[in-house]
């Protein structure tokens, strides 16, 4: 192939120097316009064939007409071709060279293009990797977005193994992201939960404080109280889940709870014993029996009184009926026991003059009534001096309720107006039942009202907006009773599983499953009576022991066997050969997965010391791998070296140049180089090994003209001829010296003389009938013509021959060179 393309693009050869060209009489020449037709059509039919790389440069630059130039360069692709016939054709052919100009301009752009997407990719993952290892968590969230939007759009040019290293530091990065998250969450869950007791200790404090300044005249609200105490235990409880609390803030919590449940425990044994103290408070004390007196003692007993909290008027009776002497007190007991009480009665008389000054009325009212008490412990001669005192400023307090009760009036009224607003308007229980307290805590805030009627406006407007509440409340009621039938529903189940499950071949996944959604279920099962909760939280604590004990122990298991994962995985990062390290690592992922239930915090410590056995010895890979890559990087060096040396080498040079340069070629280590690299030492050896034969092509039909001459002119020696050329003259036949001649031409392709186109054309096709075609290939034509020049030179010694015809016959096989 290689001898017919340099045909179409190179002309003969001039002789070898040093041996001048026999004069040999010239055919006829062909007309030009058939050379040029004919060399037009087989170049035409080179580009329709789909020719190669090399062959598309050589029509670009060789080609006959400007179409076939410019369509044989619009198929060269390969940029080195496309420099050599931009070179070549930029005198030649500006047609061919604007056109390769361009493709060249939109090769090196398309190249920048890939060069700066490679140099994003390579960013990217540099800087997801970064990011990764960054202890930087300010705006970690945004920055691994904009990375992942950055990679959405040079993500399909990315390698297999660039979109890995990419997607690995991504998967770090979402699991910072997502333990970042987590200690945040943790932290707002502390602040919260510590803003929550503050407030809980604030509430509890605030509400102990307005006890202690409650009337004696009113009793607090047994609801009121008991909701407090419920919600705030429930609240603390929230507020200390799974959190440290401070010691002194427990103590205190504890404290100020027990005070507040002491407080509650007295009111509702009050309101229980209502009866009782109404029947005491009938009771004359000069009148009162030993029984008496004792039953007033256990009442006072059991209804408990905390201390330091004035008591309601209601149990006055209660307290001076126990509080009368079994037997006569001594004279100067009696005495001390007047002094004091004259000593705190003045002091407090002093205290309500400061008070009624400063126009406090509610201190006011509780420093009367104290004084009031403190009068009533006097005897009639210790008393008497403090009766004008007492009755004097009884009347300055009386003006200054009139007052309080003038400013304060259109205060109430407008309560008053906005309770009948809010009776009228529809509006959700809970919310309701909470403004309405609201506008009450206003108007004892405001120290109450002297005018019954309004104060019966008030309360008739409160019992009215209250009334929608009732029946929710009743119904919130039906809901506990829901909840706790529903609680105890979800025990009996729960027991059932229990004692009905086989631990040895259950699956565990299910079972924490049930146990998760017990427990969503138990606490979406609420509110529940706190009283009737007891015995039914008991039961489901005792059945989460039971329930939790063999799946703690599945995971212990569980968490040995991927504990031997680890250390496995920790053996094989110096484990060699390095790919059956990997295809173990493999494997123990596959088995990591395949272990069942673990606790989360132990799961999370043993992944992480999986994944960075796993990391280590994939990482072994990278690094082999980038050796492995640079290696090949400086063998492609040497050997782009050695090609550029020996690209100048060709069969022009002598025998001794070229096997240098083969042996040269064939000294480089291929398996290290690139591919591109490899494929261009394949081709530089074949073109020089192509050139060798060459060379010897040359030689060779150098030696068969000479023979040929030797026989026209008769000084042919028969003992110099090659021992094969009787085989090969044999194959050829018993031909005469014109057919030999014409048979070369015809191999040769070249033209016959017109007068012996009518033999030619009779010998083609004998030729054609013999099975042998218009054009063979180089190889089969060599022979062929070896074996007419051997039949030319064997011929009897006595056998003349035309010196035209063995000019002819060197000419065919200075075509053979030439091609």
């Known amino acids: 192939m290689a001898a017919f393309l340099q045909k179409l693009f190179k002309s003969r050869k001039p002789a070898p120097s040093g041996r001048k060209a026999p004069d040999r009489p010239q055919p006829p020449a062909e007309p030009v316009e058939d050379k040029r037709a004919e060399l037009r059509e087989e170049q035409l039919q080179m580009l329709q064939g789909t020719p190669s790389q090399e062959i598309a440069a050589n029509l670009a630059i060789e080609g006959s007409t400007a179409d076939i130039r410019l369509r044989a360069a619009d198929l060269v692709q390969d940029g080195d071709l496309l420099q050599r016939v931009q070179k070549q054709a930029k005198s030649r052919d500006k047609g061919v060279y604007q056109l390769v100009r361009q493709k060249l301009q939109s090769i090196r752009e398309e190249q920048a293009v890939k060069d700066a997407v490679s140099a994003t990719i390579t960013t990217l993952i540099r800087n997801a990797h970064d990011q990764a290892k960054s202890d930087d968590t300010s705006l970690f969230e945004a920055r691994l977005d904009t990375l992942l939007n950055q990679w959405a759009k ?71 109280l008991d909701a407090l105490q419920k919600t705030q235990e429930n609240r603390w409880l929230e507020a200390t889940r799974e959190t440290h609390v401070d010691k002194q803030q427990q103590k205190s919590y504890e404290a100020s709870m027990m005070a507040l449940r002491n407080y509650t425990n007295a009111i509702r044994h009050i309101t229980q014993s209502t009866e009782s103290l109404l029947a005491i408070a009938e009771i004359m004390i000069q009148d009162a029996t030993p029984e008496d007196q004792k039953r007033a003692s256990d009442l006072l007993v059991e209804i408990n009184w905390p201390e330091g909290f004035p008591a309601p008027d209601t149990l006055d009776p209660a307290i001076k009926l126990a509080g009368k002497p079994k037997a006569p007190a001594k004279a100067t007991e009696d005495h001390k026991q007047q002094q004091a009480s004259s000593e705190s009665l003045k002091t407090t008389l002093d205290q309500l003059e400061e008070a009624l000054e400063a126009k406090r009325l509610k201190s006011s009212r509780e420093l009367l009534k104290s004084a009031q008490q403190h009068l009533k412990s006097l005897d009639h001669r210790n008393s008497k001096g403090f009766q004008a005192r007492i009755q004097l400023l009884t009347g300055q307090l009386r003006e200054l309720t009139d007052w309080q009760g003038f400013a304060t009036e259109p205060k109430q009224i407008a309560l008053c107006e906005q309770m009948e607003y809010l009776a009228e308007q529809s509006m959700e229980p809970e919310a309701k039942s909470e403004r309405i307290k609201d506008l009450q805590k206003e108007w004892r805030e405001l120290g ?58 259950i699956d565990w996944k299910a079972v924490e499953h049930i146990l ?194 030797a026989r026209a002119v008769g000084d042919l020696a028969p003992d110099i001829l090659p021992d094969k050329w009787a085989a090969l003259a044999e194959n050829a036949g018993e031909l005469d010296d014109q057919e030999i001649v014409i048979r070369a031409e015809i191999l040769a392709g070249i033209p016959s003389p017109d007068a012996e186109q009518t033999k030619r054309m009779a010998i083609q096709v004998q030729r054609l009938a013999a099975g042998m075609g218009s054009t063979e290939k180089t190889d089969n034509a060599m022979q062929g013509i070896e074996g007419l020049v051997a039949g030319w030179c064997l011929k009897a010694p006595d056998e003349g021959a035309d010196l035209s015809l063995a000019n002819r016959l060197n000419r065919a096989l200075d075509s053979l060179i030439a091609g």
């Open 154 to 224: 040079v993500e399909a040019s990315a390698t297999p193994d660039q979109l890995s290293a990419f997607l690995k530091s991504v998967h770090r990065c979402r699991e910072r992201l997502a333990e970042v998250k987590a200690v945040q969450d943790a932290e707002k869950l502390e602040i919260e939960q510590r803003l929550q007791r503050e407030e809980t200790l604030e509430l509890i404090s605030q509400t102990m404080n307005d006890l202690r300044q409650q009337p004696t005249d009113t009793l607090a609200s047994l609801a009121s």
């Open 448 to 505: 109450g009202s002297s005018d019954r009627l309004l104060w019966a406006r008030f309360k008739q407007a409160s019992d009215k907006a209250y009334e929608p509440c009732k029946a929710y409340f009743k119904a919130k009621s039906g809901l506990k009773q829901a909840n706790l039938d529903k609680r105890k529903t979800i025990c009996a189940e729960l027991e059932l599983f229990v004692d009905g499950a086989d631990w040895s071949s």
């Open 516 to 709: 998760q959604t017990a427990r969503q279920e138990w606490k979406s099962a609420w509110p529940v009576e706190f009283r009737d909760n007891r015995q039914v939280q008991k039961q489901f604590d005792g059945l989460l022991k039971k329930l939790e004990a063999p799946i703690e122990q599945e995971r212990q298991k569980n968490e040995a066997l991927k504990l031997a994962i680890v250390e496995q995985a920790q053996a094989l990062t110096t484990h060699e050969p390095l790919q059956e390290a990997m295809n173990k690592a493999k494997a123990l992922q596959s088995d990591w997965k395949a272990v069942g239930i673990t606790r989360h915090r132990e799961d999370r410590k043993l992944w992480q010391a999986f994944r960075k056995a796993c990391d280590e010895i994939f990482a072994r890979r990278e690094a082999q791998r980038t050796e492995q890559e640079h290696a090949a990087k400086e063998a492609d060096s040497a050997a782009e070296t050695l090609l550029q040396k020996v690209a100048g080498v060709d069969s022009d040079q002598d025998e001794q140049s070229l096997a240098k340069a083969i042996a040269d070629l064939r000294s480089i280590d291929v398996a290290q180089t690139s591919a591109a690299v490899r494929e261009q030492v394949e081709q530089e050896k074949q073109r020089l090994s192509q050139a060798v034969a060459a060379q010897k092509l040359k030689a060779g039909i150098a030696e068969w003209q000479a023979l040929v001459l």
